[in-house]
Every structure is written in C-alpha cells, then in structure tokens.
Nanobody, 121 residues
Framework: QVQLVESGGGLVQAGGSLRLSCTVSGSFRSINSRAWYRQAPGKTRELVAAIASGGSTNYADSVKGRFTISRDNAKNTMYLEMNSLKPEDTAVYYC???????????????WGQGTQVTVSS
C-alpha cells in the first residue's frame, strides 16, 4: 500500500507563494499518476493539477499559469508550487497517487491527510 504525507500549507497574503510537498512511501509496483486536489468549505473536491508517469501535466483552468506540479523520483516526492495566490485558492489541499501493487490486479488510489492553505485578502 501507498502512504502519502503532505506538508507546506499555511497562511499567506494574496499575491504570495507557497510550495506544497507530498512524499510517497510504502510498498507498490509503480505510480501511474500523481495529482493535487483541493476542497474548499461547502464545495466538492476538485482536481488542481496532475502529472503522469511520463511527465505530462494538466491543470485546472483556474490555476493555469500560477501553479506548477513537479516530482522528484529519487526522493519519491511531488510538489505544487503556487504563485500569485488568490483568496479563492483557500482550501484543504490533498495529494493523490494512483498505483499498481505486486500480486494485485488493477490500480489503486491513495490520498494524503490534507494540508490547509489560507490566502488572506
């Protein structure tokens, strides 16, 4: 199974920057994709950014040009660099990984515990 641990959230003023990290550990065969989601109060969880095993990325329209997803395979860590933050970016941010496991068929989704990002106006 895969375990994900996020860090890097906090309080920042509008226009500021934050960098989130998500470290992957545990036993798995491969990581097919990694992603960041967020959930604001009273709203459904939404995809923010994703990176596939081949390195291709995609972003929600609301964060394009401001957020960058990346990974360091040697450290089993992925990052979300967030610039020009806006109050509407306030949410709990979750990292996600879709993996395969030895001896099991199919893919499995794992989630981190979430980290709060608050952007003040």
């Amino acid at each position: 199974q895969v375990q994900l641990v996020e860090s890097g959230g906090g309080l920042v003023q509008a226009g500021g920057s934050l960098r989130l990290s998500c470290t992957v550990s545990g036993s798995f065969r491969s990581i097919n994709s990694r992603a960041w989601y967020r959930q604001a109060p009273g709203k459904t969880r939404e995809l923010v950014a994703a990176i596939a095993s081949g390195g291709s990325t995609n972003y929600a329209d609301s964060v394009k040009g401001r957020f960058t997803i990346s990974r360091d395979n040697a450290k089993n860590t992925m990052y979300l660099e967030m610039n020009s933050l806006k109050p509407e970016d306030t949410a709990v941010y979750y990292c996600n990984a879709v993996s395969t496991e030895w001896g099991r068929i199919g893919t499995f989704a794992s989630w981190g515990q979430g980290t709060q990002v608050t952007v003040s106006s």
